[in-house]
T-cell receptor, first 113, second 115 residues
Framework: GENVEQHPSTLSVQEGDSAVIKCTYS??????FPWYKQELGKRPQLIID?????GEKKDQRIAVTLNKTAKHFSLHITETQPEDSAVYFC????????????FGKGTRLHILP | SAVISQKPSRDICQRGTSLTIQCQVD?????MFWYRQQPGQSLTLIAT?????????ESGFVIDKFPISRPNLTFSTLTVSNMSPEDSSIYLC????????????FGPGTRLTVL
């Protein structure tokens, strides 16, 4: 079955700097890779996703890249702000199959003033 | 996206008792899921709630411990039975986006503490 590894587990960056979170997956059949942000005491929220037919997707200050050959994908946050402080989860799945999403263990991102 | 609510938002229960958690969606959805999130941990799928049939449980989770109902396309319940302190966790339901089964949105969660 699918296995998703996520690094680092904790990341501290200065406000205004960029943050990068990396994930690898094991099942080459996976073709859908969502990222969730979970603020303290709140529900996980889908912030961006990428499908395997594209290599990069951007939405304002966040972007996700996918390398299918190496089976890894990354989340990039530029010009970080205090409200970016949260736990971020990557995940992998197969679209349009009755298949579960496998989550990484999460990265706790701290934005330092 | 759909508006998802859960009841109760939190509860403190005695060991040996059971708690039923409700998940309500404001529109019909195909897939509903139940997850557990232990303190400081990731999300673990308990089961997929199937409308009109028995839920599909993941490895390590059994129907006797976590019975699930899905009477229609907007509602599901998860019961945590014969609770022990190890069941203290956040329980979340999620629903599919209507575009694909895998694009999921989460409810606000139920924080359960078992004494």
């Amino acid at each position: 079955g699918e296995n998703v590894e996520q690094h680092p587990s904790t990341l501290s960056v200065q406000e205004g700097d960029s943050a990068v979170i990396k994930c690898t997956y094991s099942d080459s059949a996976s073709n859908y890779f969502p990222w969730y942000k979970q603020e303290l005491g709140k529900r996980p929220q889908l912030i961006i996703d990428i499908r395997s037919n594209v290599g990069e997707k951007k939405d304002q200050r966040i972007a996700v890249t996918l390398n299918k050959t190496a089976k890894h994908f990354s989340l990039h946050i530029t010009e970080t702000q205090p409200e970016d402080s949260a736990v971020y989860f990557c995940a992998a799945s197969q679209m349009n199959r009755d298949d579960k999403i496998i989550f990484g263990k999460g990265t706790r991102l701290h934005i330092l003033p | 996206s759909a508006v998802i609510s859960q009841k109760p938002s939190r509860d403190i229960c005695q060991r040996g008792t059971s708690l039923t958690i409700q998940c309500q969606v404001d529109s019909q959805v195909t897939m509903m899921f139940w997850y557990r999130q232990q303190p400081g941990q990731s999300l673990t799928l308990i089961a997929t709630a199937n409308q009109g049939s028995e839920a599909t449980y993941e490895s390590g989770f059994v129907i006797d411990k976590f019975p699930i109902s899905r009477p229609n396309l907007t509602f599901s319940t998860l019961t945590v039975s014969n609770m022990s302190p190890e069941d203290s966790s956040i329980y979340l339901c999620s629903v599919d986006s209507g575009v694909s089964y895998n694009e999921q949105f989460f409810g606000p969660g139920t924080r359960l503490t078992v004494l």
